[in-house]
């Protein structure tokens, strides 16, 4: 472990570099006053709704995540058939889960809480969410902590989690496209297929930061006529 007076010393070198940096910038001026031009690419081409939502599923199998489809009428039938394959008995939820989600699915649900503990969540077979938006290109779900996806804590602990998405309002093709619809003062989770990492021998192991499985729904609804 490093020492006091080693640490004091690798701060003071750093925080000399940022002076020496900043040595010809006016003590008035401020980061506003030169604003940074975005003229990256904002998507990667263009797509319809329906190829985005497409690349999305494509994107996600190959984070090793299982992708199924269904529309709006299906998904209670859907949620209850693999809670049932999974043999999961309690499952925890938030606390503004669509009622109508789990009404075929013959479970006990946990609702998430302040006062649900790790160890609590650790017991629980599985846990369902919402998300806040999915993005295309990268196969990345994003929850916001909204009232369907509950506390981050609960899509953490639990080895097996579901996750509904609503297709195709809450898919968008790209990183920046999700940035312009999210809020940075909300708690971001990202997640990219199951928890997963590589020993020093670079084998994968699944489950070490989150859960192990990761299923996601594609719920699809026609698009409204333009």
């Known amino acids: 472990m490093t020492d006091g007076p080693a640490r004091s010393s690798s701060r003071a070198r750093i925080l000399g570099r940022v002076r020496r940096a900043l040595a010809d910038v006016p003590r008035y001026e401020r980061p506003e006053d030169h604003p940074v031009p975005r003229d990256y690419l904002r998507a990667h081409g263009e797509r319809t709704s329906a190829e985005s939502v497409d690349l999305l599923a494509a994107r996600l199998t190959d984070y090793r995540a299982v992708v199924h489809r269904t529309d709006p009428p299906g998904l209670p039938a859907v949620l209850a058939e693999l809670l049932r394959r999974r043999g999961a008995h309690r499952v925890v939820v938030p606390a503004g889960l669509p009622d109508g989600w789990l009404t075929e699915a013959a479970i006990e ?36 902590a909204g009232p369907d996806q509950g506390r981050r804590r609960i899509t953490l602990v639990p080895d097996h989690h579901v996750c509904v998405v609503r297709a195709p309002g809450q ?35 699944e489950g070490v930061h989150g859960p192990r499985t990761l299923e996601v729904i594609l719920v699809e609804s026609p698009e409204p006529p333009s």
């Open 109 to 144: 649900q946990v609702v998430d809480g302040a006062g649900l503990t790790a160890h609590e969540l650790d017991a629980v077979d599985s846990v369902v969410t919402g998300c806040a938006l999915a993005i295309a290109e990268t196969g990345t779900l994003v929850l916001d």
């Open 171 to 205: 898919v968008v093709d790209s990183v920046p496209r999700a940035l312009e619809r999210l809020s940075p003062v909300r708690p971001l989770t990202w997640i990219s297929g199951p928890s997963a990492t590589s020993d020093i021998e670079l084998d994968r192991v």
